[in-house]
């Protein structure tokens, strides 16, 4: 998480766990995590998937975007280039978030890349809101409530987030995807995390 953005994940870690008073191992106890895994985090020496990030972070409570956004929240923009988008993968699976620093954002929106056999994992995801999205390239199979659907480019979903679901590419090709969810699940609007 660090490397393509140079974000320090575990600097920042390390600041949050500190302001709230809480040693690394009351942090690991609230978050259901070991305590080497916050050192690990915090020293840098190992990259966070996207839920295990989410867990620690839920504990604090802080959503992914207040993370990633620091203290330095913008003023609202209307425009944003390829390279401004905000990176919240796990180093395999790419969520480039659209509008991450924007305060009072109301949705998410955020253009996904699943690798060939990317899965979001065998654990269904389930939290509060809605989403959707359009398969832009590739294909890839989604799994909600126990239904299965394998979409191809220009295929698209919409469901209640609170019922189980999970995302997997089947195919050979990188598969892409631009979703929508609201309530946001990656500002300070809302605390839940898109797909882990």
Do not use: W
């Not at 867990?55 to 975007?65: F, G």
């Not at 390239?137 to 679901?165: C, K, M, Q, W």
């Amino acid at each position: 998480m660090q490397a393509e953005s140079g974000f320090d994940v575990g600097g920042r870690l390390r600041q949050l766990r500190l302001a709230r008073s809480l040693s690394q191992r009351e942090l690991a106890k609230r978050a259901g995590v070991t305590n080497s895994t916050i050192s690990l985090i915090e020293q840098n020496s190992v990259s966070p998937s996207v839920s295990s990030l989410k867990k620690i972070l839920d504990a604090l409570p802080v959503s992914i975007s207040a993370f990633f956004a620091g203290d330095e929240l913008s003023a609202p923009k209307t425009f944003y280039r390829a390279g401004e988008l905000t990176e919240i993968g796990d180093g395999r699976l790419s969520f480039r978030l659209v509008a991450a620093r924007r305060p009072e954002r109301h949705m998410s929106i955020i253009h996904e890349r699943y690798p060939p056999g990317a899965d979001t994992g065998e654990e269904m995801l389930e939290h509060a809101g809605e989403e959707g999205g359009v398969v832009v390239a590739g294909e890839i199979e989604i799994t909600v409530n126990g239904e299965s659907e394998v979409l191809g480019a220009g295929d698209a979903y919409y469901f209640d987030s609170r019922l189980p679901h999970r995302f997997r590419n089947p195919g050979e090709e990188t598969c892409v995807i631009v979703s929508a969810n609201t309530p946001p699940g990656f500002s300070d609007g809302g605390q839940e995390l898109h797909h882990a």
